[in-house]
């Protein structure tokens, strides 16, 4: 029988109060919850504090490169697909560095999970600005404010057909695990962006500011997630406020469905060709 | 007798150069003869010149020739350009008015005639098209080449995907370029060739025969971004894969297709990614990851001439220093380089085993004019290959491993591998400097100890590397060092050194890193001359040996940046000069 216990493999060493233990603690519920072998779980974590989530979790990891994690995640999706395979970018992993993945993951749409940790702002390198830091943003990067607009991640998403498309925020656990598990459990790419509170570093981005910059389509009896035209309006519904909660699923077929349907994972393929096979095709050069 | 001959077929890009020569390749080809093509083209579509040579030899080649024997042409631009190369008793046909603005001296003991083939194939046919069937059926009567080859290959192009009516004019076409020809050259002016038996050999590229290599060796995932010259790999791949249960992908950028093989690799498929030098630069950072998180991957570079878009359809060896500096950070890595296509399939499915063996990023270096040119070849011998994934585990033996470590310390450094899914595997894989489970560990003892195990991995490896491979009289005392596609130039130019009794050898450099230090430095030894050939401006591979082998004598550098695959003369004139004038 697994225990919860059983998807802890160390103590975070965050900055206290930091929104990631948030995050952390859905996520190895959702595991839990969903019964996955920690050794059927790869989870593949890119350059920054949201990176050291796998080394806490008791699973296969792979702390990679700033930017990367999606191209690696989908490689091993790819190889097997028996896997649980988990993506976790910070902002700037996501929005800034790995950006032409985001989209181009979106529109394949290898089955895999992404969870993208925005603080809105460069933890792990001391606080400067990131692509979703709000306009005027003052930090070490930019100390006069910062003169960019912020992007919003999850109507790029949107316009990049992505099939999964959900946020949650790190201060409401419960929510946040019951979307890590529809996303994991969708059939296809899906994007769990978290609202998390960076304690050390972004002063104005707090637990207080989320709470009151959000509101749950979840809630909304009225809203329709497999509606794509009301998941274009819910962004600018109320002003400048951000919908958390399941905003745009839809069914379509996962890549690996498409180009290796039914096969039994690569990694464990017999790699001898039957006889003569190979030279048949030579036989085009002669 | 012809033993030797070289045709090129010129004209502006979208004349059907190609699709013409190739032809004539196989033609060729299949009456035995040794083929090797070089292919000199633009980098886009239309609208510029450019030339295919096709060279066939009684004996074996590896690349071009010196000169010109038939130069037919689709315009007069480059019969101006290459008459300097046209031998004596070339003929050339052309189609175009500017024959007149030759000057004598360049027609001496050369026939040139105009040959209209637009205007026939619009005459004839109503679709100027047919000119590259005309000229065939010329270039048929010229070399005296079997009609009924070339009636095949027509029909094997043409009957299922265009019809019964475009087999025939095609067919008709041939005839009429014969026949117009014979009324133009001169019997003397025929180059005709003596048929021989097909000795069922292949005619392939490199970049193809490193797909088979790739596929023979059990890579199953493969993912690139489109770029020239090595594209062909993939579409080779993305053709056959398929059958074989394996998947190609096509990434966003050059980032995506190595991290994306790398992912896949972890996981426990054998994979590759192929590019040429600017995908190269983009993947330098996850080549570091690779051998940091001691992930096997093979990543094929078919060389073009840089730097920065540089001429993507042209020839260099300036990637060289790359592979064995780039990066930040130190690491182990493994360079092949091969000269032949033989050597780029043997190679390939060489590659994969030394990085599974150990754990590291090993890079095929090649380079365009091996890569997009076809040879003949022996066919390839797959009861060779012998899929060896080294210390990768089974989960049966971890069954009773409580403690697996990913990065154990051992003694040759090479730790055993487990695969997500496996029980008691479980292990981080970390960029970032690890213990021996893979968690981040910036302990100075530890990195110390770690940069060890890396870095010692490869130190005990030289009998499983590729050696040099020794070509030409070992008692010479001119000694050519060279490696990947001026094989066949230095070869030949060995040939041409030993008419005027100049007798010299050369050492083909096949693993370039880690360094053959010792073999490089007998070689060395043995000889009274050193030339070091390199296709590049400074000389990375003369500086590489000069930073290895620290060698007591000089060595002299012969250089091409020209973008122009070297000539065998290229060497044998620099090397006659230099021996005669010592
Ligand atoms: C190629 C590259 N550039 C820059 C860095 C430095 N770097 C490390 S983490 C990071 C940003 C982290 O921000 P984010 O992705 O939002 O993650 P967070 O720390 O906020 O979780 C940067 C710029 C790097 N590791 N690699
Ligand atoms: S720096 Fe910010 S994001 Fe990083 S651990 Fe501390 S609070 Fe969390």
Sequence with gaps: MLKLEDYHHQDPTWCRGCGLYGLFSAFKKVAFSLKIKPEKMSIISGIGCHGRLNSYFNAYGFHSLHGRTLPIAQGVKLANTQLSVVAVSGDGDAYS?????????????????????????????????????????????????????????????????????????????????????????????????????????????????????????????????????????????????????????????????????????????????????????????? | MIKDISVMIAGQAGDGVLFTGNVLAKILKKEGWEVATYRYFPSNIRGEPTHYIIRASQKKIFGLGNEIDVLLSFDCESIIKYTKLIAQGGVVLCDGEELSRLKPTHKKGKAFHKFPLKILAKKHFKNDIFKNMIALGALCYILDLNFRLIERIIINAFLKRKGKEIVRMNIDAVNLGCEQARLIVEPSERHKLVKKMDTGKMFISGDEAIAVGALAAGCRFFAAYPICPATEIWQWLALHFPEFNGIVVQTEDELAAINMALGASYAGTRAMTSTSGPGGSLMMESYGLSGMAEIP???????????????????????????????????????????????????????FDLADKYQVPVVLLTEQDVGQNSRTAKKFDLSKIKIDRGKLLSEEELKNNKDYKRYAFTSNGISPRSLPSMKNGIHMVEGNEHDEKGYRDEDPENRIRMMQKRMGKLSGSAKDMIPPKLWGDKQATVGIIGFGSTLGPIVEAIEELGDLNIRAKNLQIRTVWPFPVETVRDFIRSCEFVFVVDNNYSGQLHDLIHSQVKPEAGMQKILNYSSVAFRPSDISTQIKRAVRDA
């Design chain 2, 297 to 351: 991957i093979v990543i094929v570079d078919v060389q073009r001439v840089g730097p920065s878009t540089g001429m993507p359809t042209k020839t260099e060896q300036s990637d060289l220093n790359q592979w064995i500096y780039g990066s930040h950070g130190e690491f182990p890595r493994i360079i092949l380089s091969p000269g032949t296509v033989t050597e780029c399939f043997d190679f390939t499915a060489k590659a």
């Design chain 1, 97 to 286: 560095i790995g950006l032409g993945h985001f989209i181009h993951s979106l529109r394949r749409n290898v089955d895999m999970t992404y969870i993208v940790v925005n603080n809105r702002i460069y933890g792990l390198t001391q606080g400067q600005t990131s692509p979703t830091s709000r306009m005027n943003f003052v930090s070490p990067s930019t100390p006069y404010g910062s003169k960019e607009q912020p992007l919003e991640g999850l109507q790029m998403a949107l316009a990049a057909g992505g099939s999964f498309i959900a946020r949650g925020f790190s201060g409401a656990p419960q929510q946040l695990a019951s979307l890590i598990t529809a996303g994991m459990k969708h059939k296809g790419f899906s994007l769990v962006e978290v609202l998390s509170p960076c304690v050390t570093h972004n002063k104005i981005d707090t637990y207080q500011l989320f709470k009151s910059v959000i509101f749950d389509v979840d809630k909304d009896p009225n809203y329709d997630p497999t509606n794509k035209n009301k998941a274009w309006k819910i962004f600018s519904r109320h002003g400048d406020k951000l919908p958390v909660g399941l905003i745009y699923k839809e069914t379509r077929p996962s890549f690996e469905e498409q180009s290796l349907p039914g096969r039994k994972p690569l990694a464990f393929l017999d790699l001898v060709p039957e006889a003569g096979k190979i030279e048949k095709i030579l036989e085009k050069f002669e």
